[in-house]
């Protein structure tokens, strides 16, 4: 008997060394929580990307037809659009710069351009739009020419 007095203690103390349920629960709740943090935190950064390289893809295009369009040795006022074989789509406005009366651009044959390019394209259910500007010189196209 004086055996089973002296493992009490032992027991007692081996019963102590457990998790209770609260403890149990609370690391449970605290790790679920982590968890859709974390997969909240990928799944944006995801969409992120898919939104990024939309942009990619408009810079692309805008700069392609950008290069066309500064390549024309003779610009004219006006606009113009179309689409590329992706389905993104583009708009462009040409755009004469009225010279200051004091200080002509010399030679009347040449002149500024405003260039004010949009390419647009769908993510989705979204609408999104890159748009690029530039100013170029180039010959005047005569009236008899347009």
């Known amino acids: 008997m004086d055996h089973k007095k002296s493992d009490l203690p032992r027991l007692a103390r081996l019963g102590t060394r457990g998790f209770t349920l609260i403890e149990v629960l609370v690391a449970v709740i605290v790790l679920t929580v982590c968890l859709v943090v974390v997969m909240e935190l990928f799944s944006g950064g995801l969409r992120s ?10 810079i692309y295009h805008a700069r392609e037809k950008m290069e066309d369009i500064l390549t024309d040795p003779e610009l004219a006022p006006g606009s113009d659009s179309g689409e590329f074989a992706d389905g993104s789509s583009w708009k462009v406005e040409i755009t004469a710069i009225e010279e200051e009366k004091d200080r002509p651009f010399p030679g009347k044959a040449y002149g500024l351009f405003q260039i004010d390019l949009k390419v647009s394209w769908r993510d989705g259910s979204r609408q999104r739009h890159f748009s690029l500007s530039t100013i170029q010189i180039a010959r005047r ?6």
């Not at 990307?49 to 408009?58: L, Q």
């Not at 196209?141 to 347009?146: D, I, N, V």
Request: charged share 25%; proline share 6%.
């Open 49 to 58: 990307g898919r939104v990024s390289e939309g942009y990619v893809h408009a």
């Open 141 to 146: 196209q005569s009236p008899e020419e347009a």
